[in-house]
């Protein structure tokens, strides 16, 4: 392999590729198109001002400088300050039994800051992320720009399923703006060799978290950590030039002003805590030094935190509440305190219930369900295996599964290991995820070679041909029990990281049943055993819809299923009625404020051509109409949401020019012929230089979507 320089056309703009968007997204929304067009139109910050470097021109220029305005601000182009102050569009999310997390997205004006600031300040973050030895994931390098294509880069390229750059891996596909040092996500500090040595170490493992970490930071409490608390309350003006005070900054106006509570889901986010938690790990290590007897890290106890959550190990309980009076004295100074009400303690033997309920899991589910493939010998002589097995030719299937025994089992393992489900949850559905991707690739690999035989005659044998009809029927079978199960440990507690899960098996499922063969184009799984899986993925997604309406709480989780439902064939789709209902249309009208940006787009999405649901359109559209109408006037362009929501409907297929003109008058409140021209030439714009813009709403691919989503995962 020769020894050639490749570099990765990712620029500084990529900081809104990974850092910006929480992870719980429709699974249709992304910066990806935001991203081209910054890049495509070269925009950038330039002193505050919003700046442009292209080849408009004309009337073309004139439209594309509204479309800013639109996108940024009436006056983007001033150095004021205040044009970043903006509010950010907050959803909620199941978070806890009857609880919910509120997340953000910034608005795009923000999100442009956020390159400038990474780029001037990048170094400033690392250096400011490198004091703490308790810290497990922290940003240490910025992500690779290059790598060379030879057996080294072979070797250390990272996996394509890490969610952060880790340090000392190359990446062709960069997924964050910062290498992160160590643990990709905290499942993997819990298998890795440090946490395993701790274990055996130590007598003693406190577990704990900071209560309501993002919600209480003080937004002025990062120039305490970077500056000190004593040097900023003497120079508070000049506080605020330095970095920290820019950071500050930042994110008070992407949080429209407010200095209690940071946005929770942005990656930039983390960072600006991790500096807080950083400054208080490297205080609390070196007064814990400074007690009587010296206690030092990694000899005497040994602290890792995660994000916010700590796990403290030592053999004595004087000391173990000696570290615990000096930490919570210091997060006292930051406005944080410890959350008693999930602190656990652990003694020798160090056991979570956790790790007993996944080790539990992992005998659990490699003896039910079963399914293997066995080559056989060519001198062996066939002969009918048990019900399970079917022998063809070369090669042995076997199929096993007890779903009735499954669940009981499942449920029995849960009341023993003393958990809950939304405790072991996600990893029960990663590691079926993992069963049902090994076992379609093996089958796919076997399987489809003897339709090819069969297709050229290689094979002619009709009993031959029957079995194979038969092994066919048997996987369905097979399938359809797992996705019952799926289904039915997901239904406890759905939440979006379940919900993801789950698509992510039901999109490998469905990905096999409609493998088409390369010359004429048709299914290789017959029709009868499609319309089987296709049906029970419907049925199964339509109960959990009925289960969970839309609520203010809820919506995410839902809209997930909505879009594997639309990877369906045509006549698999949720009737009208009951789409109504999730809804909770009334009269045939959308109670106001029951939808936001995200429902709107995805059920525009799931509509598309369809002609199926024609008093749900006009509602929804209706509906649409009344939104923006009783919004603000004022507030309009200072809205995050109200920003996506009419650029993202601007460029949808699904709805008409006259519509697309009609709600652009009611954003902009234009009246005259004049304005209305003005709205259409934009349209136009939109249709010869702006494919998408949040939302992709054509040539959707949920398989490759979903892996691309794996990879941003932050938690298990």
């Not at 880790?166 to 993997?188: A, P």
């Not at 003896?367 to 399970?388: A, M, T, V, Y």
Request: with cysteine.
């Amino acid at each position: 392999m020769s020894k050639k320089k490749r570099y990765i056309r990712y620029p500084k703009e990529r900081a809104i590729l990974s850092d910006v968007l929480p992870y719980e997204v429709p699974i249709t929304f992304s910066n990806r198109y935001f991203y081209r067009f910054l890049v495509n139109f070269n925009i950038f910050l330039d002193n505050e001002k919003v700046n442009f470097e292209n080849n408009l021109n004309g009337q073309e220029k004139i439209v594309f400088e509204e479309i800013l305005k639109i996108l940024f601000h009436h006056d983007y182009n001033n150095e004021q300050d205040y044009k970043f102050r903006k509010i950010p569009f907050a959803y909620r999310i199941t978070h806890k039994e009857n609880d919910f997390r509120e997340l953000a997205v910034i608005h795009p004006i923000n999100q442009l800051k956020l390159i400038k600031f990474y780029d001037d300040f990048k170094e400033s973050i690392l250096y400011s992320c490198s004091i703490s030895n308790f810290s497990v994931r922290k940003p240490v390098d910025i992500a690779k720009f290059t790598f060379f294509n030879d057996k080294l880069h072979q070797l250390n390229k990272g996996d394509e399923n890490d969610f952060l750059e880790l340090s000392g891996k190359e990446y062709e596909n960069l997924k964050t703006f910062f290498s992160y040092k160590k643990y990709t996500n905290i499942y993997k500090f819990y298998e890795d060799y440090r946490y395993h040595r701790a274990e055996k170490k130590y007598n003693f493992l406190f577990k704990f978290d900071i209560a309501k970490c993002f919600d209480t930071i003080y937004t002025h409490s990062i120039s305490w950590a970077v500056l000190g608390l004593d040097a900023v309350k003497e120079n508070v003006e000049e506080s605020k030039k330095n970095f920290s005070g820019i950071f500050d900054k930042f994110i008070q106006n992407a949080n429209y002003g407010e200095t209690n509570g940071i946005l929770i889901g942005p990656e930039f986010s983390r960072i600006f805590a991790e500096i807080i938690l950083q400054r208080i790990d490297k205080t609390v290590e070196d007064k814990v030094g400074k007690l009587e007897k010296g206690y030092k890290n990694k000899i005497d106890y040994e602290i890792y935190r995660y994000v916010d959550d700590y796990f403290l190990f030592c053999d004595d309980e004087i000391l173990k509440n000696e570290i615990l009076r000096i930490l919570k004295h210091e997060l006292k100074e930051y406005k944080l305190s410890i959350n008693n009400s999930k602190s656990k303690e652990y003694s020798k033997p160090i056991i979570t219930e956790i790790t007993i309920a996944k080790e539990k899991i992992n005998k659990l589910f490699s003896e039910n369900p079963r399914f293997s493939i066995k080559e056989l010998d060519k001198n062996e002589n066939q002969k009918e295996g048990n019900n399970e097995d079917i022998e063809i030719l070369n090669h042995k299937f076997s199929f096993y599964f007890n779903p009735d025994n499954l669940i009981t089992q499942y449920k029995i393992l849960i009341k023993e290991s003393s958990v809950d489900y939304k405790d072991v949850l996600n990893y029960s559905l990663a590691l079926l995820n993992s069963i049902i991707e090994r076992n379609l690739v093996n089958f796919e690999n076997v399987y489809l070679p003897y339709l090819g035989k069969i297709k050229s005659n290689e094979i002619s044998d009709k009993s031959v041909i029957n079995k194979l009809n038969k092994v066919e029927d048997s996987l369905t079978t097979h399938l359809v029990s797992f996705i019952d199960f799926v289904f039915f440990i997901y239904s406890v507690s759905p939440r979006v990281n379940s919900t993801i899960k789950t698509c992510h098996i039901l999109s490998k499922i469905l990905t096999f049943y409609k493998l088409k063969d390369k010359s004429d184009k048709k299914f290789l799984i017959n029709s009868n055993n499609r319309n089987r899986i296709f049906k029970k993925i419907l049925d199964e997604s339509s109960l959990i819809i009925k289960k969970n309406s839309i609520t203010e709480y809820a919506q995410i989780e839902t809209l997930y299923l909505l879009t594997v439902i639309r990877e369906l064939d045509k006549e698999f789709r949720i009737p009208e009625i009951s789409l109504e209902k999730f809804i909770g249309i009334k009269a045939n009208k959308i109670p106001d404020g029951k939808l936001n940006y995200f429902s709107i787009v995805v059920l525009v999405f799931y509509l598309g051509h369809s002609k199926k649901y024609p008093k749900l359109r006009v509602a929804l559209l209706d509906y649409i109409e009344n939104y923006i109408k009783n919004f603000p006037i004022e507030k309009r362009s200072k809205s995050s949401e109200l920003t996506h929501l009419i650029l993202d409907l601007l460029a949808c297929p699904f709805i008409e020019d006259i519509y697309k003109i009609k709600i652009f008058a009611l954003y902009k409140n234009y009246t005259t012929k004049g304005e209305l021209l003005a709205a259409r030439r934009i349209i136009y714009f939109h249709k010869k230089h702006i494919k998408y813009w949040f939302t992709k709403w054509e040539r959707f691919n949920l398989a490759k979507e979903l892996e691309h989503k794996r990879s941003q995962e932050v938690y298990s």
